[in-house]
């Protein structure tokens, strides 16, 4: 009997992960999944908005821009096998002055550029149907659920702690190019675990992954984006995501109802450092509401249940990472992923697929259906709020620092 083939390790059990997870599976190619974390989507991942982009405001022709519009197309094929709630509300971005007329209309020039649907009114202001709500959570973990359908392995609390060329075997005269031989992981403990490559997902500590290898090409730091969240309670909830019409300063605070009910207003944009600081910082209402009640005045009025921070894995001077280790051969590193990793997931996963194909790495097949059974779920559920889990995770490490 054949040895089964090794797997590919995916590093980072996170939305882009988990969908490099679901891409390989679903073409039959052995795959383990490492997240270092007890859970999935503990990080970035778990604490984002929601929003799913149609890319009308991305800058053409870059590769972020390129892997959200063919994530739109790949989307549309697998919600029907992930199960997850998507809702299809839009999104409407209000002009209040000449100056904002002309930006709102210069987007619109872009969307066209980028063959997103989008159209103006008579005040100026753009409307974006193809705006979408999703659960981040919910929608990761389906994609994990539904790689482990195909053959996936997902460990979790599996830190890797060294990355190097696979040990080839045999006399030397026999033994491959190092191209051939794959990578060696190191995991807590001592573990090691061969793979025939390997993705580095790891979101904020992408770049610490990447040193474990010998490589210090990209460097990540943390942008903390707070949200508040509030309770209706009779008051009208936006029907649409509301946009403000970014400046200088960047996209800025938007407003939108979550799945559940309650009201989203954020995110705040901090540069931080430190990768381990999840706190909602003491003026984030303030700085939420100044520019959130403008868009939607109910606000003013309406009770604060809670609020959650994410840190988004910006790089410094780099935007969406995705090339060959130049240090470990069939290393693929997927780093600087910022806000937009949800909503990109699926064509990353697909670029990442290619590549390790022309690597000669794998042999992918071409895409099956995955359908999860209820004994291949992580190990664990989602709550109905996610962003509430996203807080008392965090609320939970800072404690215990």
């Known amino acids: 009997m054949n040895a089964p083939a090794a797997p590919v390790a995916v590093i980072g059990g996170g939305v882009v992960g988990c969908?490099?997870?679901h891409a390989l599976a679903?073409?039959?190619?052995?795959?383990?999944?490492?997240?270092?974390?007890?859970?999935?989507?503990?990080?970035?991942?778990?604490?984002?908005?929601g929003i799913v982009h149609t890319g009308f405001d991305s800058v053409p022709g870059e590769l972020e821009t390129a892997m959200i519009l063919r994530s739109a197309q790949l989307r549309e094929r697998l919600e029907g096998e992930l199960g997850v709630p998507v809702r299809r509300c839009g999104a409407r971005m209000v002009a209040r002055d000449r100056g904002q007329r002309q930006a709102?209309?210069?987007l619109a020039r872009n969307a066209a550029v980028n063959g997103v649907r989008v159209s103006l009114d008579g005040e100026g202001s753009l409307h974006i149907p193809g705006e979408s709500i999703t659960d981040p959570v919910a929608f990761t973990l389906a994609l994990a659920a539904c790689a482990q359908a195909g053959g996936a392995h997902v460990r979790l609390g599996a830190t890797v702690t060294g990355i190097a060329p696979a040990r080839a075997s045999g006399p030397p005269r026999a033994r491959a190019a190092p191209v051939a031989a794959g990578v060696r992981l190191t995991l807590g403990g001592g573990e090691e675990l061969s793979a025939c490559a390997a993705v580095n997902c790891a979101g904020l500590f992408a770049d610490e992954v990447a040193a474990m290898a010998g490589e210090h090409a990209f460097d990540i730091y943390p942008r903390k984006?707070?949200?508040?969240?509030?309770?209706?309670?009779?008051?009208?909830?936006?029907?649409?995501?509301?946009?403000p019409v970014p400046s200088t300063r960047g996209k800025g605070v938007l407003v939108f109802r979550a799945l559940d009910g309650h009201v989203l207003a954020g995110?705040?944009?901090?540069?931080?450092?430190d990768k381990r600081d999840w706190t909602?910082?003491?003026?984030?209402?303030?700085?939420?509401?100044?520019?959130?009640v403008p868009m939607w005045p109910a606000l003013a009025d309406m009770r604060q249940v809670g609020c959650y921070a994410g840190l988004r894995p910006a790089g410094r001077g780099a935007n969406y990472v995705i090339e060959r280790s130049r240090t470990v051969a069939r290393l693929i590193h997927v780093a600087a992923i910022r806000s937009t990793g949800l909503t990109a997931c699926l064509g990353i996963a697909e670029h990442v697929t290619g590549m390790l194909a022309q690597d000669g790495a794998i042999t992918p097949g071409p895409p099956q259906p995955l359908r999860a059974a209820a004994s291949q779920q992580p190990q664990q559920q989602p709550q109905p709020q996610w962003w509430r889990r996203a807080a008392s995770h965090h609320h939970a490490q800072a404690a215990g620092r």
């Open 26 to 49: 679903s073409r039959g190619v052995p795959v383990v999944l490492l997240e270092a974390q007890p859970g999935l989507a503990l990080g970035a991942s778990g604490a984002n908005s």
């Open 19 to 21: 969908a490099v997870a």
């Open 280 to 292: 909602v910082e003491h003026d984030a209402a303030q700085l939420i509401l100044e520019r959130a």
């Open 104 to 106: 709102i209309a210069e």
């Open 225 to 243: 984006g707070e949200f508040l969240v509030l309770e209706p309670a009779g008051h009208d909830a936006p029907q649409e995501i509301l946009l």
């Open 267 to 273: 995110p705040t944009a901090r540069e931080r450092e």
